[in-house]
């Protein structure tokens, strides 16, 4: 015999265990007298199962959303405080007729080059691999202006030539790996390096390419859950680059002072 259990209130609700394959139906009545609507397991069954396909989707969604958020986009700015550029070459054949060229430079087999403070620019696409390392793809451009060109000629310096308003520019390529130190404060420390390449364009002498690394180290200020700024300290050198025929080379390296804006895809 069937049992069946009821509340008695504008609707109620039926439990019927008497047969095998429908262990559970549940009506809806309306009254003692109302037309009943009976589900039975199987639709108990698709519901649950419509339940957790929509519970299985809406976590991959999250999960979709999560790995999105992991990838964020750099842009920035800042000053460039190049050293100097310390170049020794073969010395030039002896011009017709010369006796001595000490005094004006003219066989110097050393020059040394002075710039004024310059600017950077730069942008880059990064990726998080866990909390607290990521890693990223930056292009940066940098300009500053040669001050004063110093030739010398067996440790002796002459007059040399002058370029007034030349311009050293760089364009360099890096692949960074940072490590942030996360704390309960909205200011992130972090330190990272990287490697890649340099090319250096001096409008007087010869574009030249080389490997190139850096070190920078600074801190991030969270500005809210999707943006943030980033300012660091960033050293930056080249291997050795020839700008002019005869050159054994030297490392172009410079001082960055950085700040850039961060943000979440």
Not at 76 to 99: M, N
Request: hydrophobic share 35%.
């Amino acid at each position: 015999m069937a049992a069946t259990v009821a509340i008695s209130l504008p609707h109620r609700i039926c439990y019927h265990p008497h047969r095998k394959r429908d262990k559970i139906r549940f009506c809806l009545a309306k009254g003692a007298s109302g037309t009943d609507a009976y589900w039975g397991v199987n639709r108990v069954k698709m519901m649950i199962g419509l339940a957790a396909l929509t519970g299985i989707t809406a976590m991959g969604g999250a999960q979709a959303e999560d790995d999105e958020s992991k990838l964020y986009w750099r842009i920035g700015a800042g000053a460039v405080f190049a050293e100097d550029f310390d170049e020794s070459f073969e010395r030039a054949p002896l011009p017709e007729g010369a006796v001595t060229c000490a005094a004006i430079g003219c066989r110097p087999d050393q020059r040394i080059l002075e710039f004024d403070t310059g600017f950077a620019l730069g942008g880059a696409l990064g990726y998080h691999f866990g909390k607290s390392i990521r890693g990223e793809i930056e292009y940066r451009y940098s300009k500053n202006e040669m001050s004063k060109a110093r030739s010398l000629e067996g440790g002796t310096e002459g007059f040399g030539p002058a370029f007034p308003d030349t311009d050293f520019t760089t364009h360099s390529g890096f692949a960074n790996v940072y490590y942030d130190f996360h704390n309960e404060s909205r200011f992130t420390p972090f330190i990272g390096v990287g490697l890649g390449f340099t090319t250096v364009d001096e409008e007087n002498w010869e574009s030249n390419t080389a490997i190139a690394y850096q070190g920078r180290v600074g801190v991030s200020t969270d500005l809210n859950e999707r943006f943030l700024i980033d300012t660091e300290y960033v050293y930056h050198r080249t291997g050795d680059i020839e700008l002019v025929d005869r050159s054994a080379g030297a490392a172009f390296a410079t001082s960055n002072i950085l700040v850039s804006l961060r943000g979440s895809f």
